[in-house]
């Protein structure tokens, strides 16, 4: 799958010593610095992704007690939105400081970037048995419940997303984009049902957010031009059913797309939480993005701001999609094995190293960058941090080239290796009380002294024994090896996880394969080589053992070689470029394509599980996060690629979406409910009344049960209608009983 990336844009500030701020965090002043080097080198870049200068700083801002949105806005900052203590905000690049330091500011965190991570999936998990109501009271398809994703990528008006009179299923798109020329560096707009044919695309660069949508509540099942595999490994064009639909078919749809940067989309799902406000109507939110440049635990400002969201909306999580890359290291260190060290080893150019290690624990320790001399074997250059920098500003070694500032450490010793920069950073967090390392870097091999790669840059860590070492790698740029020396560490893909999904209250989904073929319109078939064997886990999908004992994901579900609807502005620039081979069904239109494609992630087994839970909440509006995560622990499929492979990587094991539904009813009470009851109807009124009618009964009795059993009212009438005052009920879920013969699930908002 295409990976995207954007970076948190800046001007060029004055070249100047970093204060230290008891607001802002080392991971924080490490970046500012970082950037600040890059904007002056334009050289540098993030594999295909540039620097951009918007001349703002984007973040989050936890106010301090008593403080207000009117406070920080009085001193400059633009705030897009609030949510509890946590405002979304955008600064003034070269301001950072000053705004960290304000007694109405308890907390600044920079915006980091984060990157985006059927027909089979809904047989192999049970939704086809859902839709056909099987041994159900009646099909599920979503109805009464919002389906929101927040990505990038849409086209808000392919024909997955309209109903059969043509009309769009997307009740709210939001569109936030970077804007340097607006005051706060955004800008948005807003469209609805009735608007929303004005709006083409965010992007033609990505399908991701037209194929996550599609999955999770796409709905076209007419006719359509389907390539259709045969076992001679080529592909006939057939007109058939669509058989490419997603799994919440019913639900009412709200998009937020944006750029890929955290505070971005925190705007975004506020804006979708404000619709779910307006429409009274249980949501669940499916994103498919992640980042790993943070501490694995749920204290980031962005992982608070989830929970915060959690109150309102199920939030499901993608896993990541690095589980074969070994970018962590955690080590409990031992008598006589006080040290965690390892090699950073690049993954995009042979001789160029990019990134961030971040490096945690509970109690203090020690840090250093080192450059290894393989040649003899031993560190020929240590990097540390002087006496006087333990405030947590960190110092920057690098060559007189990339020299910024005044406590920059230029020696020969560095330049012999490498051109670029290595900053070290150490400090204890203010509201976590962890201690915090960072290794920032760009290296590129000095071509003349360095040609052959023998010296390598790598980092030490000491503690004492019985302290756990935590060390985490940005996923994009570099692994840690111990490239085969004796005495130092290899990195760990337990602990791959992303860095988002590690809150307390999100539902995280990782990847097994379902498809390992698929064919195209252009007459092939395509494989992908043995990767992705039905039924195993995709090698990709990442997970991670935390330090609180959690193991992350909590299930797993179809993410590779998924086919759902793509983008046609995308389409046009890939079939352009390779023809329809990656294309496998169409539908042609009078002003417009509409095409389906395969694509592999958890993005894409995230929005399966997620529009699976709109299917549940349609039965159950009330379910809590906390209950369907002991539904998914309960039901989901344990076979044997799952009891033989490794348990952090499967979580519960397979998801089963039918056996999940079935036990939401079973355990709501609703089970031997009619909802169609042969000449009973309900009505009910917006102030909490109901009406019952049942044609040609002398009078009618009812009583209405919670799901405990417990009967909560009742109420008769002679003749055939029964109104009944319900406005004391708590909102929820609840059953009527009529004359004794006729039962209805109601629900009480």
Not at 214 to 233: F, H, L, P
Not at 248 to 259: M, P, R
Not at 711 to 720: E, H, K, L, M, Q
Request: glycine content about 10%; some cysteine.
């Amino acid at each position: 799958m295409k990976k995207l990336y954007t970076l948190l844009s800046m001007a060029v500030a004055a070249a100047t010593v970093i204060p230290a701020s008891a607001q802002l965090s080392l991971a924080d002043r490490m970046q500012l610095r970082r950037q600040r080097a890059e904007l002056a080198h334009t050289a540098v870049t993030r594999g295909s992704a540039a620097i951009k200068d918007a001349g703002h700083t984007f973040g989050f801002i936890r106010l301090a007690a008593g403080s207000s949105r009117a406070d920080l806005e009085a001193e400059g900052v633009t705030v897009a939105s609030v949510r509890g203590d946590i405002a979304l905000v955008s600064v003034r690049a070269g301001d950072e400081e000053r705004v960290a330091s304000l007694d109405c500011v308890a907390e600044f965190q920079l915006s980091r970037p984060v990157k985006a991570d059927m027909d089979l999936s809904r047989q192999m998990s049970g939704v086809e048995s859902i839709h056909n109501g099987v041994e159900l009271d009646h099909p599920y398809t979503g109805s009464g419940v919002i389906a929101a994703v927040v990505d990038q990528g849409l086209d808000a008006n392919h024909i997955n997303f309209r109903n059969s009179d043509a009309t769009s299923r997307i009740g709210y798109l939001g569109h936030t984009y970077t804007d340097p020329s607006s005051e706060g560096g955004w800008s948005g707009v807003t469209y609805d049902r009735d608007n929303i044919w004005r709006f083409t695309t965010d992007t033609d660069e990505t399908f991701h957010a037209t194929h996550t949508l599609g999955i999770m509540a796409g709905s076209y099942r007419g006719e359509a031009q389907v390539a259709v595999a045969d076992n001679s490994q080529t592909a006939t064009i057939q007109t058939m059913a669509n058989p490419y639909y997603g799994v919440a078919t019913g639900a009412d749809i709200a998009a937020g797309v944006t750029d890929l940067v955290d505070m971005l989309i925190a705007e975004s799902i506020d804006m979708i939480l404000n619709y779910r406000y307006e429409q009274q109507k249980p949501c669940v939110l499916s994103l498919s993005l992640g980042s790993n440049v943070n501490s694995h635990r749920p204290n980031s400002l962005m992982g608070q701001f989830l929970e915060l969201v959690a109150k309102e909306a199920v939030v499901v999580l993608s896993a990541g999609n690095e589980g074969d890359i070994p970018l962590a290291l955690v080590k409990n260190l031992s008598e006589g094995d006080t040290e965690a060290k390892t090699f950073i080893m690049p993954s995009y150019a042979p001789d160029t190293r990019y990134g961030m290690t971040y490096v945690y624990s509970d109690r203090p320790f020690t840090l250093k960058a080192v450059i290894f001399n393989r040649a003899r074997g031993k560190i020929s250059y240590n990097m540390g941090i002087p006496s006087g920098l333990e405030d947590g500003a960190g110092v920057f070694y690098c060559s007189s080239d990339y020299k910024q500032e005044t406590t920059d450490v230029v020696s020969s010793n560095f330049s012999n290796a490498f051109s670029g920069y290595v900053g070290v950073g150490y400090n204890r967090e203010q509201y976590t009380g962890e201690y915090t390392g960072l290794v920032s870097y760009y290296t590129k091999d000095n071509p003349d002294k360095n040609a052959n790669g023998n010296y390598i840059l790598g980092f030490v860590v000491e503690g004492e024994p019985g302290q756990r070492i935590e060390c985490y790698n940005e996923a994009d740029y570099g692994y840690l090896d111990s490239f085969g020396i004796e005495g130092w560490d290899t990195g760990q893909t337990d602990g791959t996880i992303s860095d988002m999904a590690c809150g307390n209250d999100v539902l995280v989904v990782g990847a097994y394969n379902v498809r390992d073929s698929y064919g195209a319109l252009d007459g092939y078939v395509y494989g992908y080589q043995n990767t992705f064997l039905p039924g195993k886990i995709t090698p990709f999908s990442s997970y991670g053992t935390l330090a609180d004992g959690r193991t992350l994901p909590h299930v797993c579900a179809p993410g590779a070689a998924v086919i759902s609807s793509t983008s046609s502005y995308y389409a046009k620039n890939e079939i352009a470029s390779i023809g329809k081979r990656g294309v496998v069904a169409s539908v042609s239109e009078v002003d417009r394509e509409n095409y389906w494609a395969p694509a592999s992630g958890t993005s894409m087994s995230t929005p399966y599980v997620a529009g699976s839970i709109a299917l549940w909440l349609e039965a159950d509006p009330t379910l809590t996060i906390n209950e369907i995560k002991e539904i998914v622990a309960t039901t989901s499929i344990r076979d044997e690629e799952v009891l033989s492979g490794n348990p952090v990587q499967w979580g519960a094991g397979k998801f089963d979406a039918y056996a999940g539904l079935k036990e939401v009813i079973r355990r709501s009470g609703i089970g031997e409910v009619s909802a169609d009851a042969d000449g009973l109807m309900v009505k009910q009124t917006p102030d909490g009344h109901i009406e019952l009618f049942v044609g040609n009964s002398p009078s009618v009795g009812a009583t209405v049960y919670d799901l405990t059993g417990t009967a909560v009212s009742r109420g008769a009438a002679d003749g055939d209608t029964l109104t009944m005052d319900l406005s004391n009920l708590r909102p929820g879920v609840y059953v009527v009983t009529v004359n004794g013969t006729h039962s209805k699930k109601i629900v009480i908002r």
